[in-house]
């Protein structure tokens, strides 16, 4: 709490600092190169996925703390926002939590900063005792062959469906993963975000949905697929089969002082402790 | 001098009274202009009567959206229009003064609760109950698809909800605005006040009847927050017209305001699309609100 509390005084005091010397030079401060001793002084903007919003926000603050004199504004607006304004320059990173289509990596690199589980969730009072599914299961679950919990080894009771809105990057990351390029069923109710999918699956006791490993919570219960439970471990020795890259977008070519070191210390041993406290996956 | 403030002054109300022409023609230029390309390129309509919106496989049949938008809205009139005419009738004939004092500010209150409470209202109790119909009391005849919680029923009542104090104002207006002579004489052939009041006072009020059904109709269409609560937002229509009103469904608006925000660009184009689709239907019910106006009047 006091940490955050001083954050704030921090990012207050440089968002001072900025206006004053803006309105007093008129340009904005320089960057400082390769002195090392004085480190960077400067704003950068990030913006795109809400997933990886969170995650981007401790990882921001904790670099602005070791860089005093940087400010790093980050906004939502989802993955396709995020690769396309990395792309015309809107912001300087993006963020997306799908791999890029094809048609969307003229001009751009990328950079995978973390995984992300995806768990299969139910209802906390969910009846069937030791409830698994198979990645099969969960394919024919989003692709309407099973509509029932009898078809899962439970009672002959119908089963809510419940997905995110077309577009969204857990949705797309689920779907490539799941359903490869096959169409999902038309029969699932849609929330859009990720609170409003736990918020229904913890509506319903027949409901079965999918959501981040990093927010969940026991307002809902994980289900195990293929016989494992969606665990760091368990992600990366492939056991568990459905996670998605988190992505930073950068523009081809040059990059800023300030981006680059932003991604040095995200990929850093330090960064990849913070992913892992924010529960997602650290990479390697 | 006084003259040329006076025309001066008529000029500022007459660039304040455009405004509002102005903004409704750029919104129409730029929902159009950002919605036409893909219509010309599947097809005005192909995508019309299209039963399929999948716009990450690029089909976007807007079929579903039209439905389910229009059979939400025909249960909250179903539901609406009786119990706000009703409720017009006793405020205009009935209730005394210390019943309406009570009631009115309830009604004022309903129309300032913001869309989204009653969203959560919906979520919380409404499809909690209609659960525990569909799955505990009609759990025998209704086939799985239709035990969802979320339905065309919930949406319709929450609608319901949301159109009463609309319906309830505009035709409380139009009863007291028949003339107290219509009533006296009815009264004076010796009819009760219930015969008078459907066989007088409704038919001669039926002009602000009309427009109160029309304008509570227009915003249920426009609703959007309290539907994606509830409905299930699900583009589909239902394989049984019988059991369809325990469907879930999707509705035009409810699509725009859930997809909007990780659309790529022809998505998007696509969601203006659906966006120029309810312009035309709210324009339409503009246009029949006026030709039903005139026609009631003479």
């Known amino acids: 709490m006091f940490k955050k509390k001083s954050m704030f005084l921090v990012s207050v005091l440089l968002m001072m600092a900025v206006a004053i010397t803006g309105c007093g030079g008129g340009s904005p401060a320089p960057v400082q190169n390769g002195s090392g001793e004085e480190g960077l002084s400067g704003v950068i903007a990030i913006a795109g996925s809400t997933s990886v919003h969170p995650l981007t926000e401790e990882l921001t603050m904790a670099f602005m703390e070791q860089n005093r004199d940087v400010r790093i504004d980050v906004s939502g607006g989802g993955s396709g926002a995020g690769i396309e304004s990395a792309a015309s320059g809107a912001a300087d990173i993006g963020m997306s939590s799908r791999a890029l289509r094809d048609n969307e990596t003229a001009g751009v690199q990328v950079v995978t900063i973390a995984n992300d589980g995806i768990a299969m969730i139910v209802h906390p009072d969910n009846p069937i005792e030791g409830l698994e599914l198979t990645m099969e299961q969960v394919y024919d679950i989003y692709t309407g062959v099973i509509t029932n919990w009898s078809q899962v080894g439970g009672d002959d009771i119908s089963m809510t469906v419940v997905s995110r809105e077309e577009g969204s ?52 219960k994980v289900v195990p697929v293929n016989g494992a439970m969606p665990t760091v471990e368990n992600i990366n020795n492939a056991s568990y089969p459905i996670f998605r890259p988190f992505i930073y977008i950068l523009p081809e070519g040059e990059v800023g002082p300030i981006a680059e070191a932003l991604v040095d210390f995200i990929l850093s041993e330090e960064g990849q402790a913070i992913v892992a406290r924010e529960k997602f996956i650290p990479i390697n | 001098m006084k003259k040329y403030i006076n025309r001066g002054m008529e000029g500022v109300f007459f660039a304040c009274a455009s405004i509002s022409v102005v903004v409704i023609v750029m919104i129409a230029y730029f929902v159009f202009r950002e919605g036409m390309p893909i219509f010309f390129e599947h097809g005005v309509w192909n995508m019309i009567s299209g039963r399929t919106w999948n716009p990450t496989r690029e089909i976007y049949g807007l079929l579903p959206l039209i439905y389910g938008t229009f059979h939400v809205t025909f249960v909250a009139l179903i539901i609406g229009v009786p119990l706000g005419l009703a409720t017009a009738v006793f405020l205009a004939e009935i209730a005394n003064d210390r019943v ?37 009391y009609l759990g025998n005849i209704l086939p799985d698809d239709y035990k969802w919680g979320y339905s065309i029923l919930s949406g ?35 009819a009760t006040h219930f015969q008078t009041i459907f066989g007088v006072i409704l038919p001669a009020a039926r002009s602000g009847i009309v427009s109160a059904v029309i304008l509570g109709m227009g915003r249920a269409i426009g609703e959007t927050m309290a539907l994606i609560m509830v409905v299930g937002n699900m583009p589909i229509i239902p394989d049984s017209f019988l059991y369809s009103i325990f469907s879930p469904v999707s509705t ?12 790529d660009p022809t998505h998007r184009s696509a969601l203006f699309a659906v966006g120029m689709v309810l312009f035309v239907i709210i324009a339409l019910l503009n246009v029949a609100g006026i030709l039903l106006n005139k026609r009631a009047v003479k």
Do not use: C, H, W
């Open chain 1, 169 to 220: 990057g857990t949705r797309g990351a689920f779907e490539e993963i799941v359903l490869g390029k096959d169409s999902p069923t038309e029969r699932m109710t849609i929330q859009n975000s990720t609170g409003a999918v736990m918020a229904a699956v913890a509506a319903d006791v027949n409901a079965i949905g999918y959501t981040s490993t990093g927010s969940l919570n026991d307002t809902i």
């Open chain 2, 100 to 136: 309406a004092r009570i009631i009115r500010p309830a009604i004022e209150l309903l129309a300032g609760i913001p869309s989204v409470v009653y969203g959560l209202f919906g979520m919380v109790v409404i499809n909690e109950f209609m659960r525990v119909i569909q799955r505990d």
């Open chain 2, 156 to 190: 319709g009542i929450i609608l319901a909800i949301m159109i009463l104090p609309t319906i309830i104002n505009i035709s409380e207006d139009a009863i007291r605005a028949v003339p107290y002579k219509y009533k006296e004489g009815a009264l004076g052939l010796g």
């Open chain 2, 252 to 263: 035009l608006t409810a699509t725009i305001a859930l997809e909007m925000g990780y659309a």
